[in-house]
């Protein structure tokens, strides 16, 4: 199911400019550090956008001069999953599919510290039917599951399961832009 597409079939591409809160007024997300809008620079500020019309709330978190990003990122994700409903999980299927989308998140930022030099912002997207993860860094290279995939070797792993947990999954690169943002996307729990 791996894929290079910029955009999942039936995704719109990229959220209009201002999506990340910024410009439409975002405020910093409940317990998570403050110190100004997104794109101040300042360490692990989370923005969260107002719910727009669509339905789609979108939050980000910026990766810049802060250290233990993993479990940062998944608190934010988790922080998110609460606040979307996702958490506390009324069944073991949505129980099953919140720990998904903090799995995804661990391996998508995990991938960004070990081959690009680490992530450098985390965007979170969700409406009703799909949870988006889009991790952007600056490494160049491609990620892809290690093929043939072996369970018992250590490392190695989380492309390939992100490629199973996933609806689907690529890559988004910016002509003339060093870096990458690799996105995937879940589906909402019933």
């Keep these: 199911m791996s894929t290079t597409r910029p955009y999942p079939p039936g995704d719109r ?8 809160g910024a410009s439409q007024g975002g405020t910093p997300m409940t317990g998570e550090p403050t110190g100004g809008e997104h794109g101040t620079g300042e360490p692990g500020t989370g923005v969260a956008a107002p719910a727009a019309s669509t339905g789609r709330q979108v939050r980000t978190l910026s990766f810049d ?3 233990g ?3 940062l990122a998944r608190d934010f994700t988790r922080q998110a999953l609460y606040a979307w409903g996702w958490l506390p999980a009324a069944s073991a ?3 099953a599919a919140a720990e998904d989308v903090l799995l995804v998140v661990s391996e998508l930022v995990t991938n960004a510290c070990l081959h690009a ?3 450098e912002e ?3 997207s969700c409406d009703r039917k799909v949870i988006r993860l889009e ?4 490494g160049s290279g491609q990620p892809a599951p290690r093929t043939p995939h072996r369970a018992g070797r250590p490392g190695g792993h989380g492309m390939f399961i992100v490629q199973r947990l996933c609806l689907d999954w690529g890559v988004v690169r910016t002509p003339g832009v060093t870096g ?4 995937a996307e879940l589906g909402a729990p019933a």
Excluded at 13 to 20: D, F, K, L, N, Q
């Design 13 to 20: 591409g990229p959220e209009p400019s201002g999506a990340s």
């Design 65 to 67: 001069g802060v250290s």
């Design 69 to 71: 990003v993993v479990p």
């Design 93 to 95: 299927d949505q129980r």
């Design 117 to 119: 030099d680490g992530p």
């Design 122 to 124: 985390l965007h979170i």
């Design 135 to 138: 991790v952007s860094d600056r």
């Design 180 to 183: 990458k943002t690799v996105w």
